[in-house]
Structure formats: structure tokens, C-alpha cells
């Protein structure tokens, strides 16, 4: 899979916010410190990610009213930002009438040039156009036998002259041949960098060549240094359109993906493989998705608004905020969080609380005993579920159990959860996690660290 790392960071970022029982600012601020960490990682330009969270982070406090779920809607800000700084819509090729329609290929020596025009030259002849390559590539002596072979292979004409030096001869020599071709496919020379008689060689091509395509190929591992050399190219021989090679490799992809912008061109293709087929189209919304698993995201994201209705959880808030959070509520709280998978996992995506490893058993209401809960809940008054704290007197543990056909022994194991659970949501309120985990030192098992 294309740039893996980065899409499993932002796959589970956005499982986060999935999964989140409130979306609040609190939630928005580490997602948005998880999204900085995953693109800055991938070399995503700093300044690049810093507008995107920004814009992320104004648009969910802005838009806090939509009808959409809170969730929903956040997963679509980060999707529609992410989208906009790859180009936003996809932007195909036009391979007009005009005989041969020309499209000059440029990048440093390594990019993936000779290989890429390869490819393009099956992607196009597959699609019915007539379609030849010319190598003018001077400076390396292997060049016109690679592209020679590339071609022989895929059924393409190719014109190289193995002996002349001069790029513009070469183009000269052949000229009669390219109006017999829907498409011409020029390979040129790269140095190890935009050198100054690289730039010259590059307008002298383009000034007596006049492409209509100048397509500047990318390695996926450019890095930062992609700024200075999309610039520099874009000013030699107006850039129309980029490609990323090699985004099947271990390069970091963002810096390449992101950086193609500079050029004021889109992205055409990308490159995910060394072989001949090995070539997508762009597009940033399909490109967006896959990296982001929205499939997945939006089974989770449906499983997430069955659990819990958004509405359901702003009353819980608050209730807890306002200390009214009752036996009822925490049955309902369990059984949307059982739907949504153990505890534990929860407890991870709540702000604040991932840090904190609780030991299991704490975390895990088992199946048997949610039941038993239940039948228990149903047996006691209104009174009661409200204000559990009348249970202690006289005898209405043991009625209740009766009543439900319980131990009275379950009553109290309720009653302890919910008394745990109520401190538990006292703490979360104040934000604190050091202070629960003062809380719990001393009572966890042996061995058990935080
Ligand atoms: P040029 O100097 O710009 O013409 O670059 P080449 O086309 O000769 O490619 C340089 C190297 O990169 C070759 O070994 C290619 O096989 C390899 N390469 C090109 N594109 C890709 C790609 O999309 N994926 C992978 N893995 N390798 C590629
Ligand atoms: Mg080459």
C-alpha cells in the first residue's frame, strides 16, 4: 500500500475521533496534535501542516451547528482538508487532436523519468492513441538504449540517436516521423540537481520543441528539498502537470504530494512500481480515502452513532458536569459502550485517557453481569435509581435482589461500579489524569505500573 505509515497514523487518528463518546475541543486539540505529528513525519512542509490544522480546527468551531453528527462532521473536515492541499479535484491529461500531441518530460537524474514515460506510453496506446517516444537524453550513455528497450518491450516506436550529443539535433533528425503519432513522449537529461546548465538545456528544449505538456516527475523521497527544485524547474520550462514516482517505496510521499503545489500544477499520475503498469491517475478525493480507510472509518462511524446518539451523550455531559449522573445513566453508558467494543478500547479514545492503563477487569463489564445489571436497574424505584445512596438503609438491597431474582451480592457490585464510575467521571471533569492516577496507586494489582 502506498505510503503505509502515514495512512495507518491517520487511520488510527481518525478511529480516535470514531470512537470518542464526546467530541469536544479537548478531542480536536489531540487530533489535530496527532495529525501534525503523522504529516510532519511524512515531510509534509511545516508551514503546509500548520495552515491545515489551523483551517481543521476553525472550521469545526465554526461550524459546530450542523445537522450532521459532531463525529461525522469532524472526520469530513480533516477528509475535505487533506483534499484540498493535494489539489483538491483530479485533473486528467487533455491529449488533443493536434498531431503528435507533446508532452516533455523533466526531473533530476534518478526521478524515474525514462521509466515513467514507459508507462505513459502503454497507458496511452491502451487507449487507443498512436503513440512514439524520443530520447534526448545526451548525458547519460545508457539512456537511449533504456528507453530503446523500455519501448521494444510495450510495442512503441522510439527514436534515439546513440552517438549525437546534441539534444536539438536529435529532435531535427526525426521531425518528419512525428506528425504520424497521436502522442510524442520526450525523454530529457537530469543532473543530481537543478544545475544552471540543466535550466539552459531545458529552455532551449522547450523554446524550439513548444510541448504542450511539460510534466515534471517527482521521487517520492524528495523530502523538503522539493520546494527549490519544483520552483526551479516551473521557472525553466513551465511545469503543467507533476508526477510522483517511487510512492510505492520507503520515500515519505508528503513532501513530494504536497509539495507539487508549488508549481501551480496538478498532479497528473502517480507512480507505484518499477514495472510498466505500475501507474494510477490522481485523484485527490479517491487518493484521500483510500489512505484514510474511509470505508472502514464509516462502519465505525455508523456502529459509533447506533451506540450512542449524539443528543444521548450531551445529556450525559451534562448530567456529569452538573454531578446528577445516576444508576440509569451509567447502565445506558455501558450498554452503548459494549456495542462499541470492550472498555478498555473506549477508555483509549477518551481525551486525556489513553495514558492511563487500567488494569482489565476494571475496564471489562463482562456480558453476563451488563444483564444482570439490568434486570437489577428494572426492580428499583425511580427514587432509587436516582439517588442510589438511600440503598444503605433498611433493607432494600435485599429486596431489590429478590425482586430481580438475584445475590443481593449483584446489587452491591453495582452499586460499586457506579460509585467507582461516578469518581471516575468526577476526575475526567477536572481534566486531570495525574490525580486519577494518584487515585488508583495503591490499588492495583501487584506489579502494575502506570
Ligand atoms: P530517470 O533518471 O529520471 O530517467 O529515472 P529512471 O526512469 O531511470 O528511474 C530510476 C530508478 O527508479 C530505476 O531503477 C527505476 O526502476 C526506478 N523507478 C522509477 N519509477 C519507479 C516507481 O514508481 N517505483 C519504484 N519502486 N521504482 C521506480
Ligand atoms: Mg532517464
Known amino acids: 500500500m502506498v505510503l503505509e505509515n502515514l495512512g495507518n497514523s491517520l487511520k488510527e487518528t481518525l478511529k480516535k475521533i470514531a470512537r470518542a463518546v464526546f467530541v469536544d475541543d479537548k478531542l480536536v486539540d489531540e487530533l489535530i496534535k496527532d495529525l501534525q505529528r503523522a504529516l510532519l513525519s511524512s515531510d509534509v512542509n ?70 515513467t514515460i514507459g508507462k505513459l506510453a502503454k497507458y496511452y496506446s491502451k487507449r487507443g492513441y498512436k503513440v512514439a517516444t524520443l530520447g534526448l537524453d545526451v548525458h547519460r550513455p545508457a539512456a537511449p538504449e533504456q528507453l530503446e528497450q523500455i519501448c521494444k518491450k510495450i510495442n512503441i516506436q522510439s527514436f534515439v540517436n546513440k552517438k549525437e550529443k546534441n539534444a536539438l539535433k536529435i529532435y531535427n533528425e526525426f521531425e518528419r516521423e512525428y506528425p504520424k503519432y497521436d502522442l510524442l513522449i520526450i525523454d530529457t537529461a537530469g543532473r543530481d540537481s537543478l544545475t544552471q546548465d540543466l535550466i539552459q538545456e531545458l529552455k532551449d528544449l522547450n523554446k524550439e520543441i513548444k510541448p504542450d505538456e511539460n510534466l515534471l516527475v517527482l521521487s517520492a523521497d524528495i523530502g523538503q528539498a522539493v520546494q527549490n527544485l519544483a520552483k526551479g524547474f516551473h521557472e525553466a520550462c513551465n511545469v503543467t502537470g507533476v508526477i510522483i514516482s517511487k510512492l510505492d517505496g520507503t520515500g515519505k510521499g508528503g513532501g513530494a504530494l504536497t509539495g507539487a503545489s508549488t508549481t501551480n500544477a496538478k498532479i497528473k499520475f502517480i507512480g507505484v512500481g518499477e514495472k510498466v503498469d505500475d501507474l494510477e491517475t490522481f485523484n485527490p478525493k479517491s487518493f484521500v480515502s483510500r489512505l484514510l480507510g474511509m470505508g472502514d472509518l464509516e462502519a465505525l462511524l455508523e456502529k459509533a452513532r447506533d451506540a450512542i446518539s449524539e443528543e444521548k451523550a450531551q445529556d450525559l455531559q451534562e448530567k456529569l458536569l452538573k454531578g446528577e449522573f445516576t444508576l440509569l445513566d451509567l447502565y445506558e453508558q455501558m450498554k452503548a459502550m459494549k456495542k462499541m467494543g470492550p472498555l478498555s478500547k473506549i477508555m483509549e479514545m477518551v481525551p486525556g485517557m489513553g495514558q492511563l492503563k487500567m488494569p482489565k477487569e476494571m475496564l471489562e463489564v463482562q456480558e453476563g453481569k451488563l444483564e444482570k445489571w439490568g434486570i437489577i436497574i428494572k426492580s428499583m424505584t425511580k427514587k432509587e435509581l436516582e439517588d442510589p445512596e438511600i440503598l444503605s438503609q ?57
Request: aromatic share 8%; hydrophobic share 35%.
Open 46 to 115: 511545516v508551514k503546509l501542516v500548520f495552515e491545515l490544522t489551523k483551517s481543521i480546527k476553525e472550521r469545526f468551531l465554526k461550524e459546530k451547528q450542523a445537522s450532521v453528527t459532531q463525529r461525522e462532521h469532524l472526520v469530513k473536515i480533516v477528509y475535505e482538508e487533506l483534499v484540498k492541499i493535494l489539489g483538491d479535484e483530479k485533473s486528467e491529461l487533455v491529449i488533443t487532436k493536434k498531431k503528435p500531441y507533446k508532452i516533455m518530460m523533466v526531473g533530476v537524474y534518478g526521478s524515474g523519468k525514462t521509466t
Open 394 to 450: 433498611g433493607n432494600r438491597i435485599n429486596r431489590i435482589a429478590k425482586g430481580a431474582g438475584v445475590d443481593p451480592s449483584d446489587v452491591r457490585d453495582l452499586l460499586k461500579q457506579y460509585k467507582q464510575s461516578k469518581k471516575l467521571m468526577k476526575m475526567m471533569k477536572g481534566g486531570d489524569p495525574s490525580k486519577l492516577m494518584k487515585q488508583f496507586k495503591g490499588k492495583m494489582p501487584k506489579g502494575f505500573k502506570f
